[in-house]
């Protein structure tokens, strides 16, 4: 009986060598890549989903995620090597194409079409309108950046001159200007979540305005890399945008609750009774593509956008700085 009891631990000990082993030796299989992200903002859902699921180390990817807080950080991490592929507003990779970089940045997949900021004011204002802010202290974004220009676009389209008929305050970085607001700075503040939700939770903000919804559909974060990393390694872009149009897929056949369970670990700051709000907030404004396809429709809005805010002098061709071919062939293979 001894006998037969120490054969038998002999085989499990072998079996879970052997299991160790091959576990190892799979996770030494997956590629390495680092993706260099704008923000973490519950605004790219789909993204932590994919992470969350599985769905890179499914395709053979061991991603690594930073945070490069703003776009041009994000670039720079991106043309510096320092990340292989980026997150961030496609308006980035036409800047610096304009700028003349030689192994300039190309984007190859689109995930949201909508604006992800909101107007956030001191006290709630249930018959909102965009009149509302003139003459008034708005702490807004980056020059140049996705959020302000967006918020310039939606002024214009209200008749509203940026420059002289309120006061936007554009020197706060990144990322503090809630802060600033919470601190007593500014009459309004433009944020994306969670942070809009968190004034609102602090009783310092409330969400009056929806610049997703009011701009209509627009370009707004893209995937890139440097053209020299998409002709050398088009077999992991192919898995990293398979992997996302999985993502892609799950936000937009489960509803809110599920979401934030499966994303409610990259956002330990938040309780999920506000990670189920925010999402629900951009899902019923139709923040998320079903396919990551960036059209030339919205890469032409785009570049109109950049020309509205005195970004942009002539057009980029839209062949030079999109390809379509990864994101369409994991929307065939996933569907």
């Given at each position: 009986m001894k006998k037969t009891f120490g054969i038998s631990l002999l085989a499990l000990t072998l079996l879970f060598s052997h299991c160790t082993a091959l576990a190892a030796e799979s996770e030494e299989d997956l590629i390495p890549v680092t993706l260099n992200e704008v923000a973490h903002s519950i605004f790219y859902a789909p993204q932590y989903a994919a992470i969350e699921l599985g769905y890179f180390e499914e395709e053979g990817i061991d991603l690594e995620l930073v945070t490069g807080y703003g776009a041009d950080?994000?670039?720079?991490?991106?043309?510096?090597?320092?990340?292989?592929?980026?997150?961030?507003?496609?308006?980035?990779?036409?800047?610096?194409?304009?700028?003349?970089?030689?192994?300039?940045?190309?984007?190859?997949?689109?995930?949201?079409q909508r604006a992800g900021n909101f107007i956030v004011a001191r006290e709630e204002m249930p018959d909102f309108e965009w009149s509302d802010l003139k003459g008034k202290e708005v702490l807004g974004g980056r020059k140049g950046g996705m959020p302000e220009m967006v918020f310039e676009y939606i002024l214009k389209n209200h008749g509203i001159d940026p420059s002289s008929?309120?006061?936007?305050?554009?020197?706060?970085?990144?990322?503090?200007?809630?802060?600033?607001?919470?601190?007593?700075?500014?009459?309004?503040?433009?944020?994306?979540?969670?942070?809009?939700?968190?004034?609102?939770?602090?009783?310092?903000?409330?969400?009056?305005?929806?610049?997703?919804?009011?701009?209509?559909y627009v370009p707004y974060t893209a995937y890139s890399a440097k053209s020299s990393y998409l002709e050398s390694h088009p077999q992991i872009i192919q898995k990293f945008t398979n992997a996302l149009q999985r993502g892609m897929d799950y936000v937009n056949t489960h509803t809110a609750e599920e979401i934030a369970e499966v994303i409610q670990r990259q956002f330990p700051e938040n309780d999920l009774e506000t990670i189920v709000t925010i999402?629900?907030?951009?899902?019923?404004?139709?923040?998320?593509k079903e396919d990551l396809i960036f059209e030339e429709e919205s890469f032409l809005l785009l570049e109109e956008i950049l020309k509205s805010a005195g970004e942009l002098d002539s057009e980029v061709d839209y062949a030079s700085l999109v390809n379509v071919t990864f994101a369409q062939t994991a929307k065939d293979l996933v569907k």
């Open positions: 950080k994000t670039m720079t991490a991106v043309l510096s090597g320092n990340a292989d592929i980026g997150f961030m507003g496609a308006e980035t990779s036409i800047y610096a194409y304009s700028q003349g970089a030689n192994d300039y940045v190309v984007n190859f997949a689109q995930l949201t008929d309120l006061s936007i305050d554009q020197s706060i970085d990144f990322g503090s200007t809630a802060a600033a607001f919470s601190g007593g700075k500014g009459d309004f503040t433009v944020e994306f979540e969670p942070a809009a939700t968190a004034l609102e939770q602090e009783g310092v903000g409330y969400v009056v305005a929806s610049c997703g919804v009011e701009s209509g999402v629900k907030r951009y899902k019923d404004q139709d923040t998320w």
